[in-house]
């Protein structure tokens, strides 16, 4: 079975400051991947997600991820954080036999 | 508004005693799914379903049981809830269940079991 790595747990940044959130996956057939974003006391919804075509992909509120195949990687970017980016970040991948794996998350906190 | 709902939204009992986390989603999805989270440990899936009368296990079913009688609508019961599934859990929905489909999550039934 498939699994899904997010190396950093807990990452804290000051407003204005770059975002790179690993996410590593093994499995090297053909995947599918998102991101999911759960604010405080929210549920999760999704960020963005990439099936094919462009692997870099932009999605809501700034944020981009790019898929690279030969790192089996899909990590989660954004140019600069808001204080409203706090949130815990969660990738996700599929596989075409519909084996949904999700990492353990990582908390992100935004010093204002 | 488009939207899954989960009842309660926070319980606490006791070793033993049977429980229904109930959901439900006005999306007309045919995909349902139960997923548990855990620090560390993100959200694995318990159970999901492809469409009415069709449930399967997901990564961690043990000690949990669902039906699916109506689309809109996928309890998760615990007939002897034990204190390592207190828990946070999330039921989430899909048009299809497609490997592409967005999931839309519940707000999530916090469950502590004594």
């Known amino acids: 079975a498939q699994s899904v790595s997010q190396h950093n747990h807990h990452v804290i940044l000051s407003e204005a400051a770059s975002l790179e959130l690993g996410c590593n996956y093994s499995y090297g057939g053909t995947v599918n991947l998102f991101w999911y974003v759960q604010y405080p006391g929210q549920h999760l919804q999704l960020l963005l997600k990439?099936?094919?075509?462009?692997?870099l992909v932009k999605g809501i509120k700034g944020f981009e991820a790019e898929f690279i195949k030969s790192k089996f990687s899909f990590n989660l970017r954004k140019p600069s954080v808001q204080w409203s980016d706090t949130a815990e970040y969660f990738c996700a991948v599929n596989d075409n036999n519909n084996d949904m794996r999700f990492g353990a998350g990582t908390r992100l906190t935004v010093k204002p | 508004e488009a939207q899954v709902t989960q009842n309660p939204r926070y319980l606490i009992t006791v070793t033993g005693k049977k429980l229904t986390v109930t959901c439900s989603q006005n999306m007309n999805h045919e995909y349902m799914s139960w997923y548990r989270q855990d620090p560390g440990l993100g959200l694995r899936q318990i159970y999901y379903?492809?469409?009415?009368?069709?449930?399967d296990k997901g990564d961690v079913p043990e000690g949990y049981k669902v039906s699916r009688k109506e689309k809109r609508n996928f309890p998760l019961i615990l007939e002897s809830p034990s204190p390592n599934q207190t828990s946070l859990y999330f039921c989430?929905?899909?048009?299809?269940?497609?490997?592409?489909?967005?999931?839309?999550f519940g707000p999530g039934t916090r469950l502590t079991v004594l």
């Open positions: 379903s492809m469409n009415v009368e069709v449930t």
């Open positions: 990439y099936f094919s075509g462009d692997p």
């Open positions: 989430a929905s899909s048009l299809t269940g497609g490997v592409t489909d967005t999931q839309y």
